[in-house]
């Protein structure tokens, strides 16, 4: 069922206009490229196109769908009122001017982050009215930060309200939300599981025929979604569990495998093998993540790494730069 869903998607983006700009880089598919579906792999706006904008904004994610990515990436955590809004960590410091804001200097606080602490400005400790005050900012250096101080902390709803309209006007573009630290969120009595399902029933999203994607790196969140709902699953290497998960285990929960770069290229038997093991067990795989201003080791450009990765068949890459994963993807596949 979820598979069908995928495969509902892929050949829907075959179609005629499928990227709304006058263009279908989807008909110059190669058949031989070796993805599961035979498809082109899909560009995903890794926090929007977050290597221009600050990460996890609508302006991140407008430019990205005017790139014409095939989905956009939000980051979910949960606000003390219980509303999911987008952002890569719980503490707010790297990508807002929490620091500078008074009013909130008493908010700082010491609470767990991964395996360690962290002194900061939790996002569970703030109500959806207070964190749209503050404002994002660039998080890498390097990247242009004229947008600081503009754009606001968007909420879940928000960013399906931009896909949902971007699709009414004949773009197809996806969503493609991670649940991030749903155990943490759990323990403090808040449900971002819950509130993620019932932000895409409301949004409709079915009823646009919008590709969606839900990815974690815990896999017992992925477990209970796949026994209450059919999206499409995603299961994130490494797991923050411990778990060892094999594609065959993966394939009894989700989709798709969205592996670390460096998980990929260190299996056992080469990523090759991982690929093919993925794909006889009828799993996507989606690495992570491409970055123009920080290519992968082993490799002189960001071209020669996404060519690489597309020619040993993944079905997917998340990228800050999808103007320049589209570039390559496209640019191979008209010149084979
Ligand atoms: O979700 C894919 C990738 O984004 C996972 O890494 O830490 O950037 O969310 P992260
Ligand atoms: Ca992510």
């Known amino acids: 069922m979820r598979f069908l ?27 031989s490229v070796p993805t599961l579906s035979g498809a082109p792999p899909v560009v995903i706006a890794h926090r929007g196109a977050s290597g221009l904008y600050p ?11 005017d790139m014409g990515a095939d989905f956009i990436e939000p980051d979910l ?30 908010r700082k606080t010491v609470k767990p982050v991964g395996d360690g602490e962290r002194e900061d400005w939790f996002v569970e400790d703030f109500t959806l009215s207070e964190l749209k005050s503050l404002r ?6 390097g990247r242009p930060s004229e947008h600081d101080g503009i754009h606001t902390i968007p909420t879940l709803t928000e960013i399906l309200g931009l896909v949902a309209i971007t699709n009414q006007t004949g773009q197809t573009v996806g969503v493609y939300p991670e649940l991030k630290s749903p ?10 599981k819950t509130a993620l399902v019932e932000a895409l029933e409301a949004a409709e999203l079915d009823a646009l025929g919008v590709p969606v994607f839900i990815q974690s790196f815990e ?3 992925l477990r209970e979604l ?44 080469g990523p090759e093998a991982y690929i093919a093991l993925a794909h006889a067990n009828e799993l996507v795989v989606h690495p992570y993540t491409f970055r123009d201003d920080a290519v992968g080791p082993g490799f002189d450009t ?35």
């Not at 890459?317 to 010149?335: I, K, M, Q, S, Y």
């Open 226 to 269: 796949d026994a209450e709902t059919d999206w499409p699953l995603v299961q994130l290497l490494p797991v923050t569990t411990g778990e060892v998960l094999t594609p065959k285990a993966i394939a009894g929960y989700a989709d798709g495998i969205g592996p670390w770069k460096q998980v990929l290229m260190g299996f056992e038997g």
């Open 302 to 336: 960001i071209q020669a790494e996404l060519r690489a990765y597309y020619n040993l068949g993944v079905d997917g890459v998340f990228t800050d730069f999808p103007d320049t994963a589209l570039a390559v993807r496209d640019g191979e596949l008209n010149d084979p």
């Open 77 to 106: 955590v949960m606000t003390r009122d219980g509303v999911l809004v987008a952002r890569h960590e719980r503490y707010l410091s790297t990508s807002t001017d929490v620091a500078d804001r008074e009013e909130f200097a008493g």
């Open 136 to 141: 994002a900012r660039q998080t890498r250096p």
């Open 183 to 192: 155990s943490y969120f759990k323990v403090q009595g808040l449900a971002p």
């Open 5 to 31: 869903l995928f495969t509902a998607f892929l050949t829907l983006a075959l179609l005629p206009g499928g990227c709304g700009d006058g263009t279908d880089r989807r008909t110059l598919a190669d058949p």
């Open 219 to 221: 896999p017992w969140v």
């Open 55 to 65: 990460e996890h904004t609508l302006a991140a994610y407008e430019a990205a769908i």
